[in-house]
């Protein structure tokens, strides 16, 4: 009895260390000593303090100026200059600083000249456009043409699309189509964590990578910062898996970080992609429990669409690559020789913060204002910006059937008291939001009128929408429409309740506030 609890208490003190000196204590602990210097800064020049007040006060009403007068969205400039009237001086400091920044540049100038060098492999095919303003719907037509213009991804048919309406339903398909891979495999994520999911395909990908596969993974910096272990990609690359981190994690003040690779994309052999809500982790099929049971969504493509995620992958791998790889060798039909089956349009399409061009935001916003019935979203994470807001709202004004599921359990508390906040404004105007009872609604999925849908990584939330790179796909008139539909209407019927303006009135006054005062903040959460 005695040596379990002297064994009880030598792991509890060994958890208690590890975490103690773990990378994100570290992290934080190198964050504070930079504030600490600038702290150290301003007291250093404490007698010239009165001077250096003025001219920040007066840099600082300058720049409220230029932010009130520029091209950014409104929630924004409001996140901002609030903070701007409180402290000043601050915010002029701070706000030159992120602005500045030689990184920030030079990886905006990385990443675009990547996506230019690639547009010339992403062609619009004329017939496809002819056959969707002639025999389709020029509404539609006008969407596809804005993609293939301002987002660079054409529209394809000959191909075919399975909807999956949970993750243990994709994990399953997903291990069996990554055993029948015999050149190539390409995975970019947001979040890889060691663990059933995980270990499961990595099993897969090291037969492969022995057998001459040329296997390549790619997660994000911050996504897998404190999940995976020190020089995880060292470790991938010894099993003889290619292995890159985005825009790897530094504790240095930078606007860099806010740049996250939030995309979901898996590549196989040029003719088969898969993309959704699913990150490459236990909760994502339920195998670990953190926030009751996790409902989400993916999709799986066959055919000539998926040569969009093939360059999407190239875009971001080759960021520090002098030289390209032969794209072509990576085609559709180059390891499929038969002709592709088709069902209706597939439009892949990936949105970068870097260009000024919000292609996630513009595609929710082209399905709203063209919706004549109906229209339903899940949503994870509701913070909404103006144009959308008044979207909505005005199609339910207007008598369309708008319906969002929301998560009954949130992975964020913040999130979910900015989010009473549009509850609220939206059920006012006929919106009609969904709890979803047994646990976390983690899918991004929008479809309306029985014809037109959207799967992908893009959330109904600032970051999602102006700060993250993202994917995701566009169908119409594809099965995978009707598969979002029964979907979003079997949670609605059968595992949520709905959510009333009576419920957010009795709110307590304080809890209103708060609520209040952290959607200003919202664009910057």
Partial sequence: MKKQKKDTMKASLRKKLSFLFSRKITVIILLFIQ?????????SLYEQFIYIYIGLTILA???VGYIASSNENAGYKVAWLVPFVVFPGFMALVYVFLKTQISRHFFKKTVQKKIIETEKYLINNEKINRDIIDKEDKSFARLSNYIADFGKFPTYKNTTAEYFKCGEEQFEVLLEELRKANHFIFIEYFIVELGVMWNQILDILKEKADKGVDVRVMYDGVGAQTILPGKYDETLRYYGIKCKVFNPFVPFLTSVQNNRDHRKIIVIDGHTAFTGGTNLADEYINK??????????????????????T??????????????ANYEEYAPNKYHADNFNSDGYVIPYSDSPLDNETVGKMVYLDIINKATDYIYFTAPYLILDGEITTALGYAAKSGIDVRIVVPGISDKWYVQKISNCYYKELLEQGVKFYRYNPGFVHTKDCVSDDKIATVGTVNLDYRSLYLHF??????????????????I???????CTEITIREMDKRNV????????????GPLL
């Fill in 311 to 324: 360059m999407m992958f190239f875009q971001m791998w080759e960021l520090d690559e002098k030289k390209s």
């Fill in 510 to 521: 304080f809890d209103k506030i708060f609520s209040g005062i952290l959607k200003i903040f």
């Fill in 470 to 487: 993202e994917d995701g796909t566009v169908f119409y008139k594809n099965r995978v429409v009707s598969s979002v539909k029964n979907d």
């Fill in 35 to 43: 504030f600490g210097f600038v702290a150290l800064a301003f007291l």
């Fill in 61 to 63: 009403i300058v720049l």
């Fill in 288 to 309: 670990k429990v953190k926030y009751g049971y996790w409902k989400d969504s993916a999709v799986m493509l066959k055919g000539d669409a998926v040569w969009s995620f």
């Fill in 489 to 495: 209407i079997d949670m609605i019927n059968n595992d």
